[in-house]
């Protein structure tokens, strides 16, 4: 069964459940406000229904918008700036202790972690539904779900038993990470590597959870977001080297993944 992304964005928020291993919040966050530096006593998994943030962490800092998933280990320290329009999502903390006998899960749950949401984010939107709908079979149907969630996760984080990706792989994604700022394209990327570029694309969106495409914009957009902290340097100047065609396409890629603009970033940070 497919859930309406936009459907499930316009539910009540403001919900709390409790089920055995998770305590799942629905929470709605104000446009342009902030949550100051904390941390959590569990790992939390969260995934963004509508808006977006920017999540700051020990020097680094991630941009999630609509349908992002993101883990967030137990008692690291963050916090987050949300964008230019009220953000909805969900915030599930686990018991990692309930998965110590599930190596792969228990893993997972230790690392930090950022990608779309791609199926597990539909099992997410499956478990809002059910919050939102309770009945007296709802609690066992959001632990089933949010027990999904948790193999999803760790399926999706980890190789093929006993192996790691290929070597091919690894080396386009250090390609990816080398060369983000060029007009890099599929069919030269995989060239490099010696691969059909049919075969790298779909082996890359199953190993990393997203495209080449996206990958080299998140990249992108993370390095403008840095220079944009840490220099006064005009957002024109910023964008080129980071790797965009103009100062528009710039302002309109990052508005979309951190939902504000170049300028509303580095005056919200200054604040």
């Given at each position: ?116 949401g791609g199926r597990t984010g539909e099992l997410v939107r499956r478990l809002v539904v059910e919050m ?35 070597r091919w792989l690894r080396a386009a994604e250090e390609i990816i990470r080398e060369q983000y700022r ?90």
């Amino acid at each position: 069964m497919m859930v309406n992304p936009q459907a499930v964005a316009a539910l009540p928020t403001g919900r709390t459940m409790q089920v055995p291993g998770f305590v799942l919040r629905l929470g709605v966050h104000a446009a342009g406000s902030a949550l100051p530096r904390h941390f959590h006593d569990d790992p939390t998994l969260c995934y963004v229904l509508r808006g977006g943030f920017t999540e700051y962490s020990t020097g680094d800092q991630t941009g999630c918008g609509p349908t992002s998933l993101k883990v967030m280990p137990a008692g690291e320290p963050h916090w987050n700036r949300f964008g230019s329009q009220e953000t909805r999502g969900i915030r599930i903390d686990v018991d990692r202790e309930r998965f110590v006998d599930v190596p792969a899960i228990f893993r997972t749950l230790g690392e930090r972690l950022q990608r779309p949401g791609g199926r597990t984010g539909e099992l997410v939107r499956r478990l809002v539904v059910e919050m939102n709908a309770p009945d007296s079979a709802s609690s066992v149907a959001v632990e089933a779900l949010a027990l999904e969630v948790m193999v999803d996760l760790a399926r999706a984080d980890t190789a093929s038993p006993g192996r790691g990706p290929p070597r091919w792989l690894r080396a386009a994604e250090e390609i990816i990470r080398e060369q983000y700022r060029t007009r890099l394209s599929v069919g030269a990327l995989a060239r490099l590597v010696e691969v059909h570029p049919a075969t790298l694309s779909r082996a890359y969106r199953r190993r990393y959870g997203c495209t080449i495409g996206e990958q080299i914009r998140r990249l992108r957009v993370d390095h403008a977001a840095r220079e944009l902290l840490e220099t006064s340097d005009p957002p024109s100047e910023i964008a080129l080297r980071a790797g965009f065609y103009d100062q528009s396409h710039f302002t309109n890629v990052f508005r979309r993944a951190l939902g504000v603009t170049p300028a509303a970033y580095r005056a919200a940070a200054a604040d």
